[in-house]
């Protein structure tokens, strides 16, 4: 009965995907296929994944045959081009980290795809090194790119800086080029096993460089995305904290995000209705949290995201948010079939990236949305920026993540021109005369308060002048204040009919709870724990019901340290 639910898709290779040719319901026949494929010299590549279905439904693809191969590529590729680069790398180290290899992938992105090979392949494997190289001259035009753009200010000119990439090249081949392939350690270890077992003296980086180069030769013998993607999860996942070695995780997380930096992403995505529902999907995928039982990817998507949701790939989680940034600021409609809901598409983006705690990706988020919304708006231009910031301020579910846009915005690059016109929209804070006006009701008390405190912190931290920011934090103070009286919340804590000892606990550790900032509000509770302190022989009423000495003493001592802890002395 299981064996009737296998089938058989048979696959061949055309540039840089691979096109289903046809489903069987027997292996034998789907190999026959196979070879019929290879048997053409024209085909780069065939294999066959094998599908069935679980008791529960869900779908679990398997790669049972895989053959590729070299075949005459006359394909004219191109560099893509970009108009911002990131700082200029002064040793190899830096040519081969993550902020080099992110800026490859989308400088290289048709040969990327086309050859269906990382950055760090390419870095740290000469063959793929030399390939790119002679390939329609894309080093020397992505070279010129990237000089002009990093000479861009006059620290230094084009010229030089060309020179000196130029000559970084040539020592990346000739680190290559003196690598044994014979001596690279072999991955059939958890990979902190095969990092610890490199000899101390080999040195941090070259011991970074000797792994990557190893991986990057297993990686070759996987020639496409979900097949790398599925090895290097696995190999993410095999890592146990305690004994993981530091940095391995570290380089796993950054050769991920060099696939995930591809057009992988959408099938791991799977089928989206509309750009508006893809930008969402993204930024699920980057909190592991995108249901994964439509993912295109099956297994490999439920590993990418409990490594995610886990905090295990920052570098992925970074990768995949700056990809949902560029799409907000793409040209196209969120919603193409009906452009009249574009705000609406809009507002729903707003409500999935804007917490009560901030913002998804701070002052990145902050711009990509305010770009995205000036497209919503009539004017062009400054008028048109300026609107767009007071359209996602209006549009926060309440005004605290109003305070929050406002002071990530203010970190962004829209600063320069529009920090008078976010400085004025702070008027409408002022206006809340309850905690209610200022968080949204629907929040529980504690979340009101984290929400409101999360505003007060953000403000405290932002560049807004001294006067802006001492005037909303005090209001906000106030209103904390305010709802500490009125929801008696001192008194909820401190019950005089408890143990002393646990209204002692109770309103300590709501003072070391950081739901309340350093002012009025909290200056009340901190005052009743004062009261509690001062009333006679409050140690031994303390412990008392304690009958074991030692064990009095330890809750006398652990209450005094979290005394301190909480700044009460």
């Known amino acids: ?96 980290g993550f902020e080099s290899r992110q800026a490859m992938a989308r400088l ?59 000559t970084a090249i040539d020592a990346m081949i000739e680190r290559a080029r003196a690598i044994d392939p014979a001596t690279l350690p072999n991955l059939d270890r958890p990979f902190s096993d095969v990092m610890r077992s490199l000899e101390p003296a080999t040195g941090t980086e070259t011991r970074r460089f000797l792994m990557l180069a190893a991986l990057s030769r297993v990686l070759g013998n996987h020639p496409s995305w979900l097949g790398k993607l599925e090895l290097l999860c696995g190999m993410a996942e095999a890592e146990s904290e305690p004994n993981s070695e530091p940095g391995a995780l570290h380089l796993l997380d950054g050769v991920i995000a060099d696939i995930l930096a591809t057009d992988v992403i959408e099938e791991i995505l799977g089928p989206q209705p509309n750009l508006g529902a893809t930008i969402r999907a993204v930024f699920d995928l980057a909190d592991g949290i995108m249901p994964t039982t439509r993912a295109g990817a099956g297994p490999i998507a ?30 196209q409609p969120l919603k193409p079939n009906d452009p009249e809901q574009e705000p609406a598409e809009l507002r729903k983006i707003i409500a999935r ?32 920026r300026r609107a767009a910031i007071r359209a996602v301020f209006l549009a926060m579910a309440d005004t605290a993540r109003g305070v929050l846009y406002l002071c990530d915005a203010a970190r962004s690059d829209l600063a320069g021109d529009h920090l008078p016109d976010m400085e004025a929209l702070f008027e409408q804070v002022l206006k809340a ?31 807004f002048s001294s006067d802006t920011k001492a005037r909303i934090t005090t209001h906000i103070d106030f209103l904390l204040e305010n709802m500490v009286i009125g929801q008696k919340l001192i008194e909820k804590l401190d019950r005089p009919n408890s143990h002393l ?69």
């Open 1 to 96: 009965m299981a064996a009737q639910r296998y089938s058989f898709d048979v696959e061949s290779r055309h540039g840089t995907r691979w096109v289903i040719d046809c489903i069987e319901t027997q292996e034998q026949q789907a190999r026959n296929r196979a070879t019929a494929l290879l048997a053409d010299p024209k085909c780069a590549g065939a294999r066959i994944i094998r599908s069935w279905t679980r008791p529960d439904g869900v779908n679990v693809d398997t790669e049972i045959f895989c053959q590729t191969r070299d075949i005459q590529d006359d394909t004219t590729l191109r560099i893509t081009r970009i108009d911002s680069i990131g700082r200029p790398c002064l040793t190899l180290e830096d040519y081969s």
């Open 353 to 384: 990236v804007v917490s009560p705690s901030g913002l998804h990706s701070g002052p990145e988020t902050a711009q990509a949305l305010t770009i995205r919304a000036a497209r919503t708006v009539e004017q062009g231009g400054k008028p048109g």
């Open 501 to 569: 000892r646990d209204r002692a606990l109770r309103l300590v550790r709501f003072c070391d709870s950081g739901l309340l900032p350093d002012g009025k509000a909290l200056a009340k509770a901190r005052a009743r724990v004062l009261a509690l302190l001062k009333q006679p022989d409050f140690p031994a009423r303390f412990v008392a019901g304690i009958d074991e000495p030692v064990a009095a003493q330890a809750a006398l001592r652990d209450f005094f340290a979290l005394l301190k802890r909480s700044g009460v002395t």
């Open 302 to 331: 439920e590993s990418l995201c409990r490594l995610l949701a886990a905090g295990k790939l920052p570098a992925c989680r970074c990768c995949i948010s700056a990809r949902a940034h560029r799409a907000l600021r793409l040209p």
């Open 108 to 166: 290289f992105r048709d040969y990327l795809a086309h050859a269906q090979v990382t950055p760090t392949e390419i870095l740290h494997d000469l063959r793929h090194l030399k390939r790119i190289t002679e390939k329609d001259g894309l080093v020397r035009e992505a070279v010129d790119l990237v000089a002009r753009l990093q000479t861009s200010q006059g620290e230094q000119d084009a010229k030089t800086r060309r020179a000196e990439i130029h």
């Open 433 to 463: 005369t309850s905690i209610d006006e200022f968080c949204a009701p629907d929040l529980g008390i504690n979340q009101r308060m984290a929400c409101a405190t999360a505003a007060f912190h953000a403000m405290r931290a932002s560049p």
